[in-house]
């Protein structure tokens, strides 16, 4: 089939090419001209299809920089325990679903730290509400998980695990066992469904890319190559693997990832008390977490990536995790060099709790912070959890965006689903009004990290812009206000002076409602339109 060529006429068009734009043009895949109506309508003379955007608002597609497909896609369409307000209403939504489906019950997004009884389900509970069948519920986190008895024996060794607990929920190697077992259950259709399903989500919420991080422990190699070759087969969102197994540059390559990491644990989670710490945790000081990767293994990691040219990455939250991880950087330095690491991007997902000495780690070795910006909007605050699990002043200095950004950091944002949902105007807003003022970034820089970060993650510096010879991927959005928000009011004013020629984003203050997506292209072709 010829490509076809569309004309996006009568709207708002957020591109540096020109501030003022109302029309773009699209050949086949790629941007041809960005400007006014009337000089779109001259270019386009004999376009296959012209769209009335009816001054709607167009601008380059999201990229969410960390999602788990297949959990996402059965979280969306099975057992969804998130914002379940008590205990008994989460076994309760067990018993229920229970009743009305066969097999192994898979949930997750529970969270204790918002129920009254304060308290995770426990394994006689959870076989009560399931009726004596599997169930597998992960937390919200997804760093531990509340398991019935016909799961916990049908996994080998369990009891032997680190992380087990006989009636409170498993940790770290006893998770990983029961998760695999669980997701073990899921057919190959279902795991398809589920893949088709967050795909097709993300494209309503104006998603154009995804960067998956699979691992071993985390869905296989079957489930990670399975939804790789489904992106690629079937219209929707690209998807961009990333495999975090360590020391295994050559294999992520030959799975299809660009890279080997993404999910690559250095640490776990402060909400399932794993997230490697400094000094204990404020609510449980028997422990200071868990550390997966020392520093002497982290710098094998980058080093093997390097030498295979092939971008590395981290999962790393707590501050003795971050630490490692700036020694590991250093320690590999000694090997291949500074300059080496610098130009290979490796990625540190999460960086949460970071002090100006790891943010200058980060600086000096050419790092890309992946965040979580709703990651603060959940549990951010002085009633949240990150206060509860840390004290406020630890958790003062969480998600520290103007930091990293002030410094040259390069951002990309992403949700983590299903730990948070796919909404990226709600990650934007949590990153240009997090629970700490001196944190915040604009909008405009937030949204930047949302749509070019993810691409510059990749390596690919000219994603994310409309501009002609650009690919042609974007969301049509309706808004009811465009304004420039900034965290310094001065920069606000000066810059709603048309002759500044800085184009508005969606109100997101407080109370603003919420852009709705009205279309999603991807590589100029349609994927998703509202009802």
């Known amino acids: 089939m010829a490509p076809m060529a569309t004309l996006y006429r009568n709207g708002e068009v957020y591109s540096p090419a020109d501030p003022f734009a109302t029309a773009l043009l699209v050949d086949g895949e790629r941007v041809l001209f960005v400007g006014s109506d009337d000089a779109a309508e001259a270019a386009a003379f004999g376009a296959d299809e012209v769209v009335d955007l009816r001054g709607a608002l167009v601008v380059p597609g999201f990229v969410d920089a960390h999602v788990h497909a297949t959990q996402t896609g059965l979280t969306l369409s099975g057992l969804d325990l998130t914002g379940t307000p008590t205990l008994a209403a989460a076994l309760d939504a067990v018993a229920a679903y229970s009743a009305a489906h066969d097999g192994v019950i898979l949930g997750h997004g529970w969270d204790e730290t918002a129920w009254p009884e304060r308290r995770p389900p426990t394994t006689a509970e959870l076989d009560r509400a399931g009726g004596n069948r599997p169930v597998y519920l992960s937390r919200v986190d997804a760093h531990s998980a ?42 190959a259709a279902q795991r398809a469904d589920a893949q088709r399903a967050t795909r097709a989500h993300a494209a309503s919420r104006g998603i154009v890319a995804l960067h998956e991080c699979g691992g ?27 495999w975090g197994e360590w020391r295994s540059a050559a294999k992520a390559r030959e799975l299809g990832a660009v890279g080997a990491g993404g999910d690559l644990f250095v640490d776990g989670a402060l909400g399932s008390h794993t997230a490697a710490l400094a000094a204990p945790y404020a609510d ?30 981290f999962h790393a939250i707590g501050d003795r995790a971050l630490a490692a991880l700036a020694e590991g950087f250093a320690l590999a330095a000694t ?29 000096n070795h050419g790092a890309v912070a992946s965040m979580q910006p709703a990651f603060d909007a959940a549990w951010g605050g002085p009633d949240g959890m990150y206060v509860r699990r840390l004290g406020a002043e630890r958790a003062a200095g969480l998600h520290n965006f103007s930091g990293l950004a002030g410094v040259g950091v390069p951002l990309a944002f992403g949700s983590d ?89 969606p109100a997101l203050s407080e109370g603003a409602t919420p852009p709705q997506c009205l279309r999603t292209v991807v590589r100029g072709q349609t994927v998703f339109t509202a009802e």
């Open 335 to 363: 090997t291949v060099g500074v300059d080496r690491l610098r130009v290979g991007r490796h990625r540190v997902e999460h960086a949460m709790m970071l002090d100006a000495t790891l943010i200058r780690a980060l600086v």
């Open 417 to 505: 689903a299903p730990v948070t949902p796919l909404d990226p105007w709600a990650t934007v807003r949590a990153a240009a009004f997090p629970h700490n003022p001196h944190h915040a970034i604009s909008v405009r820089a937030a949204f930047a990290a949302h749509t070019r970060g993810g691409w510059r993650a990749l390596g690919r510096d000219d994603g994310g812009m409309l501009v002609p010879g650009a690919v042609a991927s974007f969301a049509v959005w309706d808004v009811e206000e465009l304004v420039v928000q900034t965290p310094d009011d001065r920069v606000a004013r000066w810059s709603t002076d048309p002759r500044a020629g800085v184009q508005g984003l």
């Open 146 to 187: 509340a398991v019935s008895g016909a799961l916990r024996a049908a996994v080998p060794d369990l009891a032997g695990r680190i992380g087990y607990d006989v009636e409170g929920p498993v940790t770290r190697d006893a998770h990983h066992a029961v998760r695999t077992v669980a997701l073990g259950s899921v057919t």
């Open 216 to 242: 071993p422990d985390i869905g296989g190699e079957d489930d990670f190559t399975a939804l790789l070759a489904l992106a690629a087969a079937e219209p929707g969102p690209d998807v961009f693997g990333y």
């Open 284 to 313: 449980e000081p028997g422990t200071s977490g868990h550390l997966y990767l020392e520093a002497e293994q982290i710098g094998e990691h980058l080093v093997d990536c390097v030498r295979h040219d092939t971008q590395a990455g």
